[in-house]
């Protein structure tokens, strides 16, 4: 995979690992704690930045940043591993739809092939926008509606 410049990291997977956190904490019915999220949320991105160059598979990247996003956890005391694990991959997965939604509306809407995307910074950061929209009012409802698969 391509490697993220340090401001694309800041940019784009920054926001996106605190939006997935976010999810994640809503779906475990932990509460959101600002410090220790944002804390994390640098730490995935700083992680993203050294690991997507080593790995060229798409489902390997996310299988790493899964497994880094529930150690992260764990380590933080923000859940056990049964409910880390389970958030975490439901709460990317909950992302990764939003985003192949994202993209193919923009596709279709715009018609802007996707590959473009990738190297032109304006157009992805106003691509980039809906997507991360969307996923923070998926992270409220939850929040709000406390939709957890967890019963207590």
Do not use: C
């Not at 391509?2 to 926001?15: A, N, Q, R």
């Amino acid at each position: 995979m391509d490697k993220l410049t340090l401001w694309e990291v800041f940019i784009f997977s920054v926001p996106e690992a605190t939006v997935i956190i976010s999810i994640a904490l809503g779906l475990a019915g932990v509460k959101f704690d600002v410090k220790k999220v944002t804390f994390i949320s640098i730490v995935m991105g700083i992680l993203l930045y050294f690991v997507r160059p080593l790995v060229t598979s798409y489902i390997l990247n996310v299988m790493v940043y899964v497994t880094a996003l529930v150690i992260l956890f764990l380590v933080f005391g923000l859940m056990d591993i049964f409910r880390s694990i389970m958030s975490v991959i439901f709460s990317v997965s909950i992302y990764l739809v939003i985003e192949y939604l994202n993209v193919n509306a923009i596709q279709f809407i715009f018609d802007v092939d996707p590959l473009i995307l990738i190297h032109n910074y304006a157009m992805r950061f106003v691509s980039f926008i809906p997507q991360l929209a969307m996923a923070s009012l998926f992270s409220f409802l939850i929040r709000k509606y406390k939709w957890s698969p967890f019963s207590e």
